[in-house]
């Protein structure tokens, strides 16, 4: 007998008896018939015929009387075989299920229908899925089937084998119906959907006849979260409406909707600020200049909501963090919008970004710091008006703000070079403040524990030698970087610290200076008494292999590394065998003495060593010297060494060179819409990005 106690284990061991299955389903437990359940689709995968034609149907028989735990079970793996193209029609059962009493069952089975529709044929969803839709969308049911109704027309919408007319003559009656449902919870879910519909549609004409008086009349609904779920609504619809429509009739609106928040102090504002962006950019071809501005202004009376210095700030002190932190992640828009449409009003876009960028809370200027590095792109030559605010997000001292700054510090900076607020010929008044700003937000990280957001930080710092002089990175970085290297710091600090001097030893076009450099990294982790710094050391030589040409590391560090081949621990020893294969790999025909010391240093490793995890990977390394895949005679290998060492003769010369190779890719603009990424989850008391109903009932899918 087979124990479905066990059955995972067991499936794969076993024939499988399907007459035990069925009895087991009929008279046993419930543990057992939710093992048979959760099993469906490895039985599927041994028994596929049995399965479909005996089992499934006596589950299906079995679910109107069943436990919840069963149903939910079943609902699971239901949407698990339909997305598997099983022949065998579930929708049935899901459509039964959605009727069962206890709520969350019911709740279950809807999340099931939502996620299998793109999986169901024309046919499926014609006859059944829309006839349920239709059943359940009248008033006489609970608004738990209502809403989940609003959600299975926006589904339906959107499939890719129902028609625009199909739309049109059995869906969008539907949507006008339930926009003017008498709860407010319906009504928002289906305002939520109409972007669905309007995409189903696939015709401005008719979007505006047949579609547009809904949105219109959810957008100056009674209920407050209505009329947030239709501003999400119409900023998604943007892209689907005729010009006409927008000169005529979402402009006037959306200026109404700002009008009523700004008087009313209504409680959607901040679903108003979190969408402003797409606004901005969705209408900023049509928009004439005094209605630029005024979407300027506006703009700058959300970014202050909760500050009190606008009518009406005696509410929720949270909703306003919100607003104002929305407004933030609206920035790189709004800038794109000001300088393509209100560009003689600068001034009104730079008193917002002041604001913002020095709000008294962290999540404010957060937010600002995540997107600092679009805004100086947008600006471009007019980035030198926010220098000073720059400085202040990297002096913050709110880590969370400089863990925003500091992924992308690198693109920052480069940008500022581009458009001349930095250059790499000489060190200037703003030169010495941004730096002074990066070296204190490095000592502010230091304070901590975060050992990756150091390592991230040292990583962008690469990109100093392509925006200050060497003089100035030498005066002011170097020694600051070499102290880490005598720090209890974490070991991968360590190892971006020293490749980070790699970076300043290349691009130093004084060689007095290089030298000192290459001389301390010797004397400070080749000749060190701690095997933890030496292993920096090869850490810092299998980094330097990509940093310079073949020739500079041969000169200068090859057999320095070698030697650590002979080397007292054994934990060095094993990391350099290692990179035994990229040494390998920088030796050609014309260095007969160093491959003479590496054949006899590997040799007498060969024959010395004692170790088991040395000799294990020294046979590995030895298999991928044979097997030449470092090998530097590959033509694009050549051309890259030749282009650093073409570098590395001008910049020994004293000739500046650019770090052509972390330039490739940044781009010095952007115009995209506020990220949706960063937004923290909004407060209960307004609506989510999906609208799809209060707290009471479920948002399904």
Known sequence: MMDFYRAPHILNDIEIDNALIEALLINGDDVQKLSIVQNLPTLY?????????????????????????????????????????????????????????????????????????????????????????????????????????????????????????????????????????????????????????????????????????SVVELAKDANGIVRSSAI????????????????????????????????????????????????????????????????????????????????????????????????????????????????????????????????????????????????????????????????????????????????????????????????????????????????????ELSKGVNWRMQTDLLSQLEHLPNCFPSDFIHQHFTPIIFAILGDQKAKPVKAQAARLLLVFLKYNIKEIQRKWIRENLMNRLYLSTSCYTRHIFVKMCESAMNVFSRRYFKEYFFLPLLSYLEDKVSNVRLSTVKILPQMKGVLGNEDKALMQSFDNMVKKLDLTEKDKDVITTLKCSMKKIQSRQYDCTKPDAIAEDKQKQEEEDKIAQGKIVANVKLLEGLGFSSSKAPSESRAPKPPANYPSRTMGSSRNVPSFG
């Open 232 to 443: 999400v609504a119409i900023a998604q619809l943007l892209q689907h409406l005729a010009t006409d429509t927008k000169q005529e009739v979402i402009i006037p609106l959306f200026k109404e909707l700002c009008n009523q928040s700004s008087d009313d102090n209504e409680p959607y504002y901040p679903v108003l600020a979190r969408e402003y962006g797409k606004y901005m950019v969705g209408l900023q071809n049509i928009l004439s200049q005094p209605d630029g501005l005024w979407f300027l202004t506006f703009f700058k009376v959300l970014s202050s909501k909760g500050l009190g210095t606008n009518k009406g700030d005696s509410g929720d002190p949270t909703q306003g963090v919100y607003c104002r932190h929305f407004c933030a992640q609206s920035l790189p828009a709004v800038t794109t919008f000001t300088l393509a449409r209100v560009s003689n009003s600068m001034d009104i876009w730079y008193s917002v970004f002041r604001d913002l960028a020095a709000d008294p809370c962290y999540i404010v200027r957060k937010s600002v710091g995540g997107c600092l590095h679009e805004i100086v792109g947008i600006l471009g030559v007019q980035c030198r008006m926010i220098k000073s605010d720059i400085v202040r997000l990297l002096r913050d001292d709110a880590d969370d703000v400089l863990y925003m700054v500091i992924p992308k510090l690198g693109i920052t900076l480069e940008t500022l070079a581009n458009y001349g607020l930095l250059s790499k010929e000489a060190s200037t008044q703003t030169s010495l403040e941004i730096g002074r700003a990066v070296l204190k937000c490095h000592m």
């Open 45 to 213: 995968q041994f028994e596929p015929n049995a399965t479909v034609n005996r089992i499934l149907p006596k589950i299906q028989q079995e679910l109107p009387g069943s436990s919840s735990e069963f149903n939910i079970a079943a609902a699971k793996i239901f949407q698990t075989l339909i997305q598997k193209k099983v022949p065998v029609n579930l929708l049935t059962s899901i459509l039964q299920g959605i009727d069962s009493k206890d709520p969350l069952v019911a709740t279950t089975w809807i999340e099931t229908l939502l996620e299998v529709i793109n999986y169901l044929t024309e046919n499926q969803i014609k006859n059944e899925v829309l006839k349920w839709a239709v059943q359940k969308s009248v008033p006489t049911k609970s608004s738990l089937y209502r809403v989940a109704s609003c959600h299975v027309l926006g589904r339906c919408a959107i499939h890719p084998k129902v028609q625009s007319i199909d739309v049109k003559s059995t869906i969008l009656p539907l949507v006008q119906s339930l926009a003017q449902d008498v709860s407010y919870e319906v009504r928002a879910c289906m305002a939520g959907q109409l972007a669905n519909i309007a995409q189903g549609l696939n015709n401005p004409g008719l979007i505006k006849t047949n579609l547009l008086p």
